[in-house]
Nanobody, 125 residues
Framework: VQLQASGGGLVQPGGSLRLSCVASGRTFRDYVMAWFRQAPGKEREFVAAIRWSGGGTFYTDSARGRFTISKDNAKSTVYLQMNSLKPEDTAVYYC???????????????????WGQGTLVTVSS
């Protein structure tokens, strides 16, 4: 099983980036796909998630209204569109896959089986 994250980079405050996560190696029909991030000196935190089947989406308060998580089943890819980026969004972003998670459990990174390698997002002028 492999999750391949990409799309990070340097962007100015107020700018946008789209992260991609290509999933392979198994079927993720009963999985939740999520994005977490880890800023320097901080713990990894939940950003957003989407159910592979059904497409229900979930966001942390800081992401809601600025970030959009989506998926393309045909390409086995999950996206995180990030708009109105702020310096505090600077972090390494990880995609993850966890089985049969519900709203109360999907925010904990302990419940995810598979992780991508991370992609660095730097928001700075």
């Amino acid at each position: 099983v492999q999750l391949q994250a990409s799309g990070g980079g340097l962007v100015q405050p107020g700018g946008s980036l789209r992260l991609s996560c290509v999933a392979s190696g198994r079927t993720f029909r009963d999985y939740v796909m999520a994005w977490f991030r880890q800023a320097p000196g901080k713990e990894r935190e939940f950003v957003a998630a989407i159910r592979w089947s059904g497409g229900g989406t979930f966001y942390t308060d800081s992401a809601r209204g600025r970030f959009t998580i989506s998926k393309d089943n045909a390409k086995s890819t999950v996206y995180l569109q990030m708009n109105s980026l702020k310096p505090e969004d600077t972090a390494v972003y990880y995609c993850a896959a966890g089985p049969r998670l519900i709203a109360s459990t999907m925010r904990s990174d302990l419940n995810y089986d598979y992780w991508g390698q991370g992609t660095l997002v730097t928001v700075s002028s």
